[in-house]
C-alpha cells in the first residue's frame, strides 16, 4: 500500500492554509445565496460539510491519515490535515475509518427497465437509441448499488447491435428525482459490440444479416458509409444555401445524424468487444473512418494484444474475473487487467451486472492479488479510470480539489471482502448511511418518488 | 485471526517483508512438485511436514506457529511447534508467515457438468425433458478433464457437492467430488450424496401463456412431486409383496401360479433411499410459501431433508431455525427484493447462525459455475454483515463436511482426516490472498490452469 503514512499533508499543496482562510470567509459572505440552488440540501441547511478523522485516499495523491476533506456547495474544497474547521460546517466523524472517492461504474444496464428493455434488438444498428428515454428512475438497483458504494454509473445500450445506443450518465442520488439524477453535461456515449451476440441475435435468431464476424463488421462498416454519404448530401446543401442557390432540403434522419456525429467525433465509442483479433479490427475500423475508440469494454483478451491497444491511447473497462461462459470468454484470465495495465493501457473494472455492482470493491482488490497492482492503482480501476471511459474525470473520481464531493465512507478496509460502505456521499449530501434504519437512506421517501 | 486489519500501516510493512519469505517457499514448493507430480491416490509414503505456519484447524482455534504432518494422504500430525514429532526421513517444508487451513468445501456447484455454457454442446447441467428425473445421476456426466478444476482449486476448494442445474423439481442426484484425480472414478468421493428437491418456481413449465405444459403452476409441481413420491411408495409394496410371496413359495408353502416379479423402475427406485430416510433433500426454496409447501411435502414422505437458498425467507426464520435442519445458504448475492434493505440477503446467514442453525455456503449463482473459486469471499463478506468469523470458516469447510457425511473425514486440520490442505499468504477469507499451494489427499497440486498458460505465454 503505497503511502498511507507519508503524505500527511499533500492535500493542501493544491490549497495554501492562507488560501483556505480567504475561501471560507468568502463563502461565509455567499453562504445565503448558493444555499437556495443546492438541491436536497441537508436539513440543517449546511452547505458545508468537514469530514474529519479519515484515512483519506486520495487515488491521485496518495493517502492521508487523519485527513479532513472541507465540502462547500456540494463540491470537494479542500483536502488534507488540519483544515480549519468553519464553525457552520456539519463535521462527520469519519472514526478512524478509510474515505474513497465514489465509485464509478462504467458499464451497467441497471435502472433502464429490465433486460427486455435493454436492447432495441430489432436491428443491428440503431445509434439513434437513447437511454435515456428508458431511464427508471425509480429502479431500487440505484439504492443497492449507491450502497455498494457507486456514486457515478453509465448506463449503456445491449450488446445486440453493432451500433446501439447513446448512453445516459447518472449520479446515485436515488430519492431525488429523475432530473436530478441525471449527471449534469456528461459527454455522449455510444454503445458498439461485437462477436459472439449480434451473430446470435440476428443470425441464429431472426436467420438474418449479420452471422458472422465478417457480416458484424460489413453490417458496421456499411451504417459508416451512409453516414459519410448524409453528411456529404448536407454539406453540399448548405454550400449550395449559402451561395444563394435554390436545393432541396435533404431529410434529417434521426440514425444517420447519430452516426455522423460518430464520425464528427461527438460521441465517445464504447466497444463491447472480447477477442483480440476483433480489438484490432475495431481499432482499425476507427482508422478507416477518422473516429477514435474511448474504451473497449469486457476486453477479456485484451492481454494478448496490450501495447497494441495502449498506443491508441484507448482504454479498457473489464471484469475482474469472469470467463468461461461463452467461446470469446473462454481465454479470459484475471490477470488480464493488470497485464494490460503494465502495457500502459488505462484500465476500468466494471460491472455489467446489478449484482457486481454492488462490491466493485471487492472485484477491484482482485486486481491486487492477481497481478500485483498497488492499492492506488486498484482503486483508479473503479473510480478514476472508470470516470476517464465516461469522459467525466475532471469531475468524479478522486479526492481532489474542485471535485464533486462524492466520498465513501467504509467499514472495513475497502480493497477486500470486508469492505462495506458506512456513509455515502453526493454532492456533498449523505445519500445513504448504513446505520440509518430503513433503507438507509436519510432523505429518502418512497411517497417523493 | 486479525481478518478486520485490512492492509493497514505497519503490519502492510510486515506483510511486504514476508514476501521475500513466500517466494523462497515458492520456489521450494514448485520444485518439490516435479518430483513428486500429481501420483493419484495414497501414493504418498513419504511424510511431508508444513512447518512454521499459522494453523486455522477449524476445530480447535488457531495455533500460530505450528506444524502439521502429512502422510498417505492423511493428516498424521497437528499441534504447536515443539509439541509434535517429526519423521526423520520427512520432506519438511517451511511455511512460515503462512496461513495453513483445510481444503475449503463448496456446498453447491456444477463443476464437471459444462465447459462454455453458451452454444450448450458442452452442457450437461439438467435434462429438461421431464420434471421429476431422479434417475439422472450427475456422476454418469461428470466430466473430470473440465478446464474449470485446476482453476477452481487453485484457490483453495478441494472439495464441492456437484448439483444438476434446478431447473427440474427432481433433476437428478448430486455428488459429493474431490477437485483432484486421475479420473472420475478417483474424484467421485460420494456419488448420489443428495438430491436436490426445487421448488423456486423455476421448474414451472410456464414459458408463455401460448407455450404452457404441465406443471404450469406451483400446484401442479406439487401435484406431480406427490404423484412421484406416492407411485414410488406403491412400487417399493410391490416389491415387498412379491418378497413376501416369494419367501413363503421358497419356504414351500405352495406355489402361485400368477407370481411375477414387478417390473423394475429406475425413476421410482431412485427415489426409494430417499423415501426411507437413508439418504438426504436438499429442499431449495427462495419465498417462505414455497419454503412452507416443500418442507410440508417432505414432511408429508418423512423425507430427511437440508434447506437450500432461502434467499427470500427472512420473515419465517424462527421457523427455519425451529426445523432443527442445516441450511445451505448461498449465494448471499441474491438481489434482494425491491422493497427490502439493500442488505437483507447478505445478513442471512449471520440471522440464520444467530439462531443456532448449521450454514454452509455454496457459490451456485443460477448456472456460473466458472468462479467457484470464489466461495471464500462470499463468506468474509458475509462477516461485515454480522457473520462471527470462525463461522464463516467453519461454513466452508466443517459444516459442510458433516452436512455430507464427511464431518470425519474432511473439514478441519485433525488427525486421522484426509490431507486436504491449503497453504495461503494470509487470511483466506479475503479477497487479496494469493494462495501458494494446495494439497489433496496430501499430494501437492499443481498450481497451474488454463489460465496460468494463457498468463504465461502473454507475459514472455
Redesign the interface.
Known sequence: MPSSSSAPARGLAFWGVDNLRMFLFLLAAGATQTQAQIPLGSASAHNEVLVTNAVVMTVTHGNIRNGEIYIKDGKIAAVGVNLPTPVTAELIDAGGKYVTPGLVDCHSHIALGGEDEVNEATNPITPEMMMVDAFDYQDKAIYRVLAGGVTTSMLLHGSANMIGGQAVVIKHKYGAGREAMLFPEAPRSIKFASGENPKRVYGQERHQLPSTRMGNFAVQRESLVRAQDYMREWDEYKAQVQMGKAAKMPRHDLKLEALADILRGNLLVQIHCYRADELLTEMAMAKEFGYKVRAFHHALEAYKVADKIAAEGVGIATFADWWGFKQEAWDAIPWNAVMAMRKGVRVAIKSDSGDFARRLNQEAAKAMRYGGATEEEALKMITLNAAWVIGVDDRVGSLDVGKDADIVIWDGYPLSSYGVPNKVLIDGVVYFDRSYPGYGMPRFKEEDQ | MN???????RS?KRRVARRTAVIGCRIFLGAAFTLLGYAGTFAQSRAVVLKGGKLLTVSRGTIESGVLVMQDGKIMAVGPAGTVSVPSDAQVIDVTGMTVYPGLIDSETHLGLV?????GSSSDLVETSDEIMPQMHVADAFHAES??IPVTRMNGVTNAIVAPDSLDTLPGQDSFIQLAGKSAEEMLVIRDVAMPLNFTGNQRRNESWEKRNFPQTRMGMAAQLRQAFLDAQDYAEQWARYERKRNVEEKGAGKDEKLEAPKHNLRLEALLPYLEGKKTVVLAAEEPSDLKTAVALAREFNLKFVLNHISHSQSVLDYVASLKVPVIVGPI?K??K?EE???TVYRLPAELHKRGVKIAFSSSFDV?T??V??L??QA??A???GLPYDEALKAITLNPAEIWGMGDKLGSLDVGKIANVVIADGDP??????VKQVFIEGQQIPMTSR??S??DA??R
Open positions: 481478518h478486520h486489519s485490512g492492509c493497514s500501516g502492510c465447459e462454455i455454457l453458451e452454444g478446464d474449470l448475492y438481489t434482494p425491491p434493505r439493500y442488505d456460473d466458472y468462479n473459486r470464489n471464500p469471499y468474509g463478506f462477516t461485515s454483515f477469507l479475503d479477497v487479496k490472498t494469493d489460465q496460468t494463457l498468463r502473454y507475459s
